[in-house]
């Protein structure tokens, strides 16, 4: 069984940076596409950074240069490295990633989210 778990959220002033981590555990073969969601109150879930197994990297557009995603393959780990934080980046952030199992079956997972809280 595959688990995701994400952690590193909190409360943060406005101006300032955290690090959110996504980690998969069980029985993991390979992660391809992992993906960092997030959702406030009353809205949507965006995605709001994007990584997959070649490197290749997306952002949404209101994160660009603040926002940072990183993989450590070897730790079956995607960081989300967030800076310059500003109000309206608080939400709740899951992870969403397609991973292969040990049966060579790919699936997509989400994680259950961790909260992200911006002060003024």
């Known amino acids: 069984q595959v688990q995701l778990q994400e952690s590193g959220g909190g409360l943060v002033q406005a101006g300032g940076s955290l690090r959110l981590s996504c980690a998969a555990s069980g029985t993991v073969s390979s992660i391809d596409t992992v993906a960092w969601y997030r959702q406030a109150p009353g809205n949507w879930r965006d995605m709001v950074a994007s990584i997959i197994s070649n490197g290749s990297i997306n952002y949404a557009d209101s994160v660009k240069g603040r926002f940072a995603i990183s993989r450590d393959n070897a730790q079956n780990t995607v960081y989300l490295q967030m800076n310059s934080l500003k109000p309206e980046d608080a939400a709740v952030y899951y992870c969403?990633?397609?991973?292969?199992?040990?049966?060579?079956?790919?699936?997509?997972?989400w994680g259950q989210g961790t909260q992200v809280t911006v002060s003024l």
């Open positions: 969403h990633a397609l991973i292969q199992d040990y049966s060579g079956r790919f699936r997509y997972y």
